[in-house]
């Protein structure tokens, strides 16, 4: 996206549902009414739904925004979000702006080796079996890769081998696969299955439970980002006080579990949405990210802010590392035309590329909510934004819900009840 765009998108919350989509279709070279065919139906019809879980009586929609302003190692650009709640959207764009300031975002992932688990119990001696399985490490690798032919020709396989003794009579081996731009839930679950049975025998237990870890930490990302001081200043304070709030809020949440689970759930606003728009598991990829905030026995924040040491150039630092198993093969992708536009507006490459926009944003996120929360409070930025849900919730329509959202806004009192008062008085009913 061009610096140009970047300037046009600063008022996309200001235009016509249409406007935004010729824009984006404009910058991104897809023709409009392509975007609008794969937009329709919430890019899923019914009939493709029946298909694709069980019992299906219809599909449920959400709303599917764009975050902006958003540069990830000096490229500019956009992020598709389904979430429902106000603001957040428009946090994560705001942060992202902010971070802009300071170079954007720097990114970084792992290859994206998956952990294929296979449980053994009733192993009559754990440290002979473990000797035994890496001694024959190399022929175990081997079957594994033959069990996934279709894989092989793009470069993934598998890449190792894991043994873990979990005390008493059981251990697991974890077989590391790379699964290149999918997920990979499908290729690791069949290598357990397909390998179990091989490593059962050489250990003399029992064969267990033979399947992915959502605790995915071969394929984790990090994210870093600088936040100039003078960037965050406010009307009612200086950028280096804000600073200060931020890194306080920070440490309350290194320092409190119950504050982290918050401080995390601020990350996920943003990376889940990211998720879900581009077709992936959103509940794995939050399985991930909590066990890793708990690895060390508690649970911890998976972003982290300081303050520069240095004087003469004075910023925010920020980072963020998390597991992010994603896909942009397979799965949903293949059936929903609305998963497959949101991978081409984030111009993704590769599941790994996927996978720093998604932590980008979710950085961007936690910055947005700790500097609302450090300064003004976050409610008022959240129910300015939610006064217009509560607007629509009564029936105005058009103009009518800015005109009603504003006034209960203003007066603080954002309920059904006031905004049908004022809807009634812009209508002159009685």
Request: net charge neutral; aromatic share 2%; glycine share 10%.
């Amino acid at each position: 996206m061009t610096g140009a765009a970047q300037g046009k998108m600063s008022g996309l919350h200001k235009m016509q549902v249409s406007e935004r989509r010729a824009l984006v279709a404009a910058e991104l070279g897809i023709e409009a009414a392509e975007l609008d065919r794969a937009l329709e139906a919430g890019g899923l019809e019914v009939q493709t739904a029946d298909k694709q879980i069980e019992n299906v009586i219809g599909t449920y929609a959400l709303p599917l925004s764009v975050a902006v302003h958003l540069v990830i190692n000096g490229e500019p650009r956009i992020a598709p979000m389904v979430v429902e709640e106000p603001s957040v959207v428009a946090a994560a764009s705001a942060a992202c702006k902010l971070v802009a300031k300071g170079g954007g975002f720097q990114a970084e992932t792992d290859e994206p080796v998956m952990i294929s688990q296979v449980q053994l119990y009733d192993v009559p001696d754990t440290a002979a079996a473990k000797k035994a399985i890496e001694a024959q490490r190399e022929d175990i690798l081997r079957q594994a890769d033959a069990a996934m032919p279709t894989l092989l020709p793009f470069g993934g396989g598998a890449r190792g081998l894991e043994v873990r003794e979990l005390g008493g009579a059981m251990m697991v081996v974890h077989l590391l696969i790379d699964c290149r731009d999918a997920m990979g839930a499908n290729i690791v679950n069949t290598v357990a299955e397909k390998v179990g049975p091989r490593i059962s025998s050489i250990a003399g237990g029992k064969l267990g439970l033979r399947i992915l870890s959502n605790l995915a930490d071969h394929r984790r990302v990090r994210v870093r980002c600088r936040v100039p001081v003078e960037a965050l200043t406010t009307r009612e304070r200086d950028g280096a006080e804000v600073a200060e709030l931020v890194e306080q809020a920070s440490r309350f949440a290194e320092a409190d579990p119950y504050r982290a689970a918050t401080h995390n759930k601020g990350i996920m606003n943003g990376i889940d949405p990211v998720v879900i728009a581009t077709g992936n598991d959103w509940r794995a990829v939050e399985a991930g990210a909590h066990a890793w905030a708990a690895r060390r026995g508690r649970y911890e924040p998976i972003a982290i802010w300081r303050r520069s040491g240095d004087q003469h150039e004075a910023a925010l630092l920020g980072s963020i590392e998390l597991p992010m198993a994603l896909g942009i093969v397979g799965g949903t992708l293949g059936n929903h035309r609305g998963a497959r536009m949101a991978l081409r507006i984030a111009r993704i490459r590769s599941s790994m590329d996927l996978a720093m926009v998604a932590a980008s944003v979710g950085l961007a996120s936690n910055l947005a909510a700790l500097k609302a929360l450090a300064t003004e409070g976050i409610q008022r930025g959240h129910m300015s934004l939610h006064a217009r849900s509560v607007a629509m919730s009564v029936g105005a329509m058009g103009d009518e819900v800015e005109r009603v959202a504003a006034e209960i806004g203003r007066t603080g009192a954002v309920n059904p009840e006031a905004a049908s008062e004022v809807l009634r008085r812009l209508r002159g009913e009685p």
